[in-house]
C-alpha cells in the first residue's frame, strides 16, 4: 500500500509538472529545479504512464542533467515560434470577418487563404529546423482531416460537368478553415491563449455591430437620398449598367431599400450568423466570467459588449439567429441552475430590461416590425422549398456530390416553380456539405461528431481529469495576441486592395476604435478570469442551431467560428501530453506541407493573383471605351487562368460589339465549355447571338437553359419569343404556354413575366412578357383527333397529321374539303405536301415526349 501510495503521488507531480513545462517557457535556472523534480517522478512511475494517457518514450529520451541545457533552448526556441505564428494567427482571425468573403468562388480573400497555409508552413519549417516539433493530435483530429481530404475528392470530380475555377476556390477556402482548426489546436491550448482569443473575436464583434449600426442610422439613408436624386450615377457607381426597369436594377432597389445592417456581410443572415455565438458568449461571460477584485470593471465591459451586439443582431431580422440566441439562453440558465450556482436576479431582470428596451427602439426606429413574426410561416415554407429541391440534387449525384461552389447550376434543374430564388447555398449546413460533398463527405462530417462525442464523454467518466494548466508567466500570449491584433488593419487594407476596393471608411474610424477599446478594457479578465468548456459548447450550440436554418457553412467569415469553437472544446477535453516527432516523421509532415502548399500556388493563388489586375485593367478600358485595349488584356487574362469562364464571357460580348461574328461564336463555345451547368450563361450567349440577328444560334442555346433551368418562366418565354422569331411557329406555342402555366404558379409578384423583358433581334427589348406571351399561345388540337397507326412511325404519322390541320385552319389548303380528322381525306394530300410538313413535324417532335422514340432523320 505504501509503494503505492508513494507511485501516486509521483504520478500527480508528474502530470502537474509536465502541465507547467508545457505553458512556460522555462529559464535556464528554473529548468534545472523542474527537471530533477521530473526525473524523480519518472523514477517513480516509470510503469505508471499509460495512467496519464503518455506516449511511450524509450529510454534514451528520458531528460538527464547532460542534455538540459540543450533541451531548454530548443523549448524556448520552439516557444517563440508558437507565439510569432500565434501573432500572425490572430490577426488573420480577427481580418477574416471584417473582409467579404461571400464571393469566395470568384477568389476573394484569396490573401487570408494565403497566410494561413504561409504561417503554418512556415510553423513546420521551424521545427523541422529546430529539431524539435510537437503536435496534439487525436481521433478527432484525424477525422476532420479525412473530411477535408473527401472535400478535395469531390472537387476532381467536377472537371468536365461543372465550374472548376470556382469549385477550385471555394475548396481552398474550405481546406484553410481546416488549417484554422488545426493551427489553433497547436498554438492555443493554454487557457489563458484560449481567452486571449475569444476576447478577441469578442472584440470584432463589437466592431462589426457599431458598423451596422452606423449602416442602419446614417449611412444606408443617405445612400437612398442620393439614389432618388441621381439613380444612373449611383448604379453606374456601383458597376451596374442595366437600365432603370430592368430586373437587376428592381433588385438593387429593393436590397437598398432594406433596413437591414449588413456591417461587410452580403446578406443580414450572414452577419447574424456571425454574431449569434459571441452574443451567447458574452451572456455567458457577463453572468460567471469573472471572480474577486474589480468585477464592476468586467460588469460594465461585457455589458457593453452585450448591448452593441445585442441591438445590430435585433436589428438584422434573422428569425433563426433569434431562436437560436434564446435557446442558449435557457440552456445557460439550466447549466447554472444544475451547479447550484446562486441566479443573479437583479442582473437576469436588467437584462430583460434591457433587451425591453433594445426591441422598443428597434420597432420606434422602424427596424422591427410585426412582419418579423407574421412572415415566419412564409420564411420556413421557402425553407422546405429549397430543401425538397437541395434533395433533388443530391438524389441526382449521392456519392460526390455536385463539388464546392457549383451548387446553384445544379439546384436550378431542381427548383420548384413557386420557389422565391435560385439560391447560392441550401440554408441548412447538414444539407449543404451532403449536396457538393456527396455522401462521403456526409459520412466523414459526422464521424467528426462521433469522435468529438466521444472525447466529451470520456470527459464525463473521468470525473478527476486534469484540466490544461494556466501560464505562470505575466504575459504569456497575451501580447502575441495584441500584437497580432495591432496588425489586422494592415491584413483588411491589403486583402481588400488585391481586389480594386477599400474597407468602409466607418469601419476603420468607428468600428475597429470601439473594438480596440473593448479588447484593452478585456485584459483583466484575460488574465484571470474563467472560460467554461460547457459555454464554448453552448455558443458552438447556437452556431450549429443557427446554420441548420439560414446555411452559410461556406462563407469564411461565418464558418470560422465553428472551427474556432471546435478548437477550444477539442483543447479542453485533450490533456495528453503533444507527440515528440521524429525525424523521419518530421521530414514526412514537412513534404505533405510543401505539397498542398505547391497545389494551392498553382490552382489558385497565381492564376488568381496575376489574372485580377488583367480584369481591372479590363474594365478601365471597356469604361473608357477603349474596347481593343479591353479585348487584348481579356486575351492576358483568359492566358492565365484558363479555367476562367470570366475573361471569355467578357471578350464574347466585345467581340459582338466590333461585329467580328467568328471570334464572337469562338469566345461563345470557350464560355459554355468551362461552365456547362449554367443555364444563365447559356441565356447570356443566346442574348447575343440575337443582338446580332441570328436568332436562329440562339434557339438551341436557350433550349439548354430551359433544360437546366426548366422552372423558370421566363426561360420559356424567351426561348418562345425567339423560336417566333426564328420561324418555328409550333415550338413557340407550346414554350408560350408553358412560361404562362409557370408564371400561373408563381405567387412572387417581382418575379411575374408583366414585370419582365424579352430580348428581340438587334437587342431591341419587349417589356410585358405576359402579354407577348398570350398572343403567341394559341389552342392545338390534342393527339387524341388524329388516329394513329400501329408500329414505330405512328408518332410521326400523328405529327404530319397536326400539321396538316394547322395548315387547314390558317387557310393554306382551299381545295381540301376534308375534315381534320378525316384519314382518307388526308391521304391524298399527304403526297402533296409531304416536303412542306416534315420541317414542321419535326419541329413538333422536338417539343413533345416522343421525341424520345424518333429521332429528327425519321420524319424526313
Request: glycine share 8%; hydrophobic share 50%; aromatic share 8%.
Amino acid at each position: 500500500m505504501g509503494c503505492f501510495t508513494l507511485r501516486l503521488l509521483g504520478l500527480r507531480q508528474l502530470a502537474r509538472t509536465n502541465a507547467a513545462m508545457r505553458e512556460v517557457p522555462l529559464r535556464r535556472t528554473q529548468f534545472g529545479n523542474r527537471l530533477n523534480s521530473v526525473c524523480c517522478s519518472v523514477l517513480l512511475v516509470n510503469d505508471c504512464r499509460t495512467a496519464v494517457n503518455l506516449p511511450p518514450r524509450n529510454q534514451s529520451h528520458r531528460p538527464t542533467m547532460e542534455t538540459g541545457t540543450a533541451s531548454s533552448v530548443g523549448l524556448e526556441r520552439n516557444q517563440t515560434s508558437r507565439s510569432v505564428a500565434l501573432t500572425v494567427c490572430t490577426a488573420l482571425v480577427m481580418a477574416t470577418p471584417l473582409v467579404p468573403s461571400e464571393a469566395v468562388r470568384d477568389g476573394q480573400g484569396i490573401l487570408i487563404i494565403a497566410g494561413w497555409f504561409v504561417v503554418f508552413g512556415c510553423w513546420v519549417g521551424a521545427g523541422v529546423l529546430q529539431s524539435r516539433m510537437q503536435i496534439r493530435w487525436r481521433w478527432i483530429d484525424t477525422a476532420i482531416l479525412l473530411f477535408f481530404v473527401a472535400f478535395a475528392a469531390s472537387t476532381m470530380m467536377v472537371r468536365g460537368e461543372g465550374n472548376v475555377r470556382y469549385a477550385v476556390n471555394t475548396m481552398w477556402s474550405w481546406s484553410s478553415m481546416g488549417v484554422v482548426y488545426l493551427a489553433l489546436r497547436q498554438w492555443t491550448w493554454s487557457p489563458k491563449a484560449m481567452r486571449a482569443i475569444c476576447a478577441a473575436m469578442l472584440a470584432v464583434s463589437v466592431c462589426l455591430s457599431v458598423h451596422g449600426l452606423h449602416q442602419y442610422f446614417v449611412k444606408l439613408p443617405e445612400l437612398r437620398r442620393s439614389y432618388e436624386a441621381d439613380k444612373r450615377s449611383v448604379l453606374d457607381e456601383v458597376g451596374i449598367y442595366e437600365s432603370l426597369n430592368s430586373a437587376v436594377v428592381r433588385e438593387f432597389e429593393d436590397r437598398l431599400r432594406s433596413k437591414e445592417p449588413l456591417a461587410t456581410f452580403a446578406l443580414t443572415n450572414s452577419l447574424a450568423g456571425f454574431l449569434a455565438p459571441w452574443l451567447v458568449l458574452a451572456m455567458a461571460l457577463l453572468v460567471g466570467g469573472r471572480r474577486g477584485h474589480r468585477l464592476w470593471l468586467h460588469t460594465i465591459v461585457m455589458a457593453m459588449v452585450l448591448v452593441a451586439v445585442l441591438c445590430c443582431l435585433v436589428l438584422t431580422k434573422s428569425r433563426a439567429a433569434y431562436v437560436a440566441c434564446g435557446m442558449a439562453a435557457c440552456l445557460l440558465a439550466l447549466g447554472a441552475g444544475h451547479q447550484g450556482k446562486r441566479v443573479a436576479w437583479r442582473r437576469v431582470l436588467a437584462s430583460c430590461g434591457v433587451l425591453g428596451a433594445i426591441v422598443a427602439g428597434a420597432i420606434v426606429t422602424r427596424g422591427l416590425d410585426w412582419r418579423v413574426v407574421t412572415e415566419s410561416v412564409k420564411t420556413l415554407q421557402y425553407r422546405l422549398e429549397y430543401w425538397e429541391a437541395t434533395l433533388g440534387v443530391i438524389s441526382s449525384r449521392p456519392v460526390w456530390g455536385c463539388g464546392p461552389g457549383n451548387f446553384q447550376q445544379h439546384y436550378a434543374a431542381h427548383k420548384l416553380p413557386q420557389a422565391s430564388e435560385t439560391i447560392a447555398d441550401p440554408h441548412n449546413f447538414l444539407l449543404e456539405v451532403w449536396a457538393i460533398s456527396g455522401t462521403v463527405g456526409l459520412v466523414s462530417l459526422a464521424v467528426v461528431g462521433v469522435s468529438l462525442a466521444g472525447m466529451w464523454w470520456q470527459r464525463l467518466e473521468v470525473a478527476t481529469q486534469t484540466m490544461p494548466a494556466e501560464d505562470l508567466s505575466r504575459a504569456g500570449p497575451v501580447w502575441w495576441v495584441y500584437a497580432g491584433c495591432a496588425l489586422m488593419p494592415l491584413v483588411v487594407f491589403a486583402a481588400s486592395i488585391l481586389f480594386g476596393s477599400l474597407p468602409d471608411p466607418s469601419l476603420l474610424w468607428l468600428g475597429m476604435p470601439v473594438g480596440a477599446l473593448v479588447l484593452v478594457l478585456m485584459y483583466p479578465w484575460i488574465q484571470h478570469g474563467n472560460l467554461d468548456l460547457k459555454w464554448i459548447g453552448i455558443a458552438g450550440f447556437a452556431l450549429l442551431t443557427n446554420l441548420l436554418a439560414s446555411g452559410g457553412i461556406g462563407f469564411s467569415g461565418v464558418a470560422q467560428n465553428a472551427w474556432i469553437l471546435l478548437a477550444f472544446v477539442a483543447n479542453q477535453l485533450d490533456v495528453r501530453l503533444p507527440w515528440e516527432l521524429g525525424r523521419k516523421t518530421q521530414f514526412a509532415v514537412l513534404l505533405v506541407v510543401l505539397f498542398v502548399g505547391g497545389l494551392f500556388w498553382q490552382s489558385m493563388y497565381r492564376p488568381v493573383t496575376q489574372f485580377q489586375p488583367f480584369m481591372l485593367a479590363a474594365e478601365y478600358h471597356r469604361q473608357k471605351g477603349n474596347e481593343q485595349q479591353a479585348i487584348r488584356s481579356l486575351k492576358r487574362a483568359a492566358q492565365i487562368d484558363p479555367a476562367s469562364v470570366l475573361p471569355w464571357r467578357l471578350l464574347a460580348s466585345l467581340y459582338q460589339r466590333a461585329n467580328d461574328g467568328k471570334a464572337m461564336e469562338h469566345a461563345i463555345e470557350q464560355t459554355l465549355r468551362r461552365d456547362p451547368q449554367s443555364h444563365a450563361l447559356y441565356q447570356q450567349m443566346a442574348e447575343l447571338w440575337l443582338r446580332d440577328g441570328r436568332p436562329e444560334r440562339a434557339v438551341p442555346l436557350l433550349q439548354t437553359a430551359v433544360k437546366l433551368y426548366p422552372a423558370s418562366g421566363i426561360n420559356h418565354a424567351q426561348l418562345a419569343w425567339t423560336c417566333h422569331l426564328a420561324g418555328n411557329v409550333m415550338t413557340a406555342q407550346n414554350h408560350a404556354a408553358k412560361a404562362i402555366e409557370l408564371d400561373t404558379l408563381n405567387p412572387h409578384l417581382e418575379q411575374k413575366l408583366e414585370h419582365q423583358a424579352l430580348i428581340g433581334l438587334r437587342g431591341k427589348r419587349m417589356n410585358d412578357a405576359r402579354a407577348m406571351m398570350n398572343r403567341l399561345r394559341k389552342p392545338t388540337l390534342r393527339d387524341s383527333s388524329f388516329p394513329a397507326r400501329s408500329g414505330m412511325g405512328s408518332g410521326v404519322w400523328r405529327a404530319r397529321m397536326l400539321v396538316l390541320s394547322q395548315f387547314s385552319r390558317s387557310g393554306m389548303l382551299p381545295g381540301w374539303s376534308g375534315a381534320p380528322g378525316d384519314v382518307a381525306a388526308v391521304k391524298g394530300w399527304r403526297a402533296k405536301l409531304l416536303i412542306a410538313a416534315s420541317p414542321l413535324a419535326t419541329d413538333y417532335l422536338r417539343t413533345s415526349n416522343e421525341m424520345r422514340f424518333f429521332s429528327v432523320r425519321e420524319s424526313i
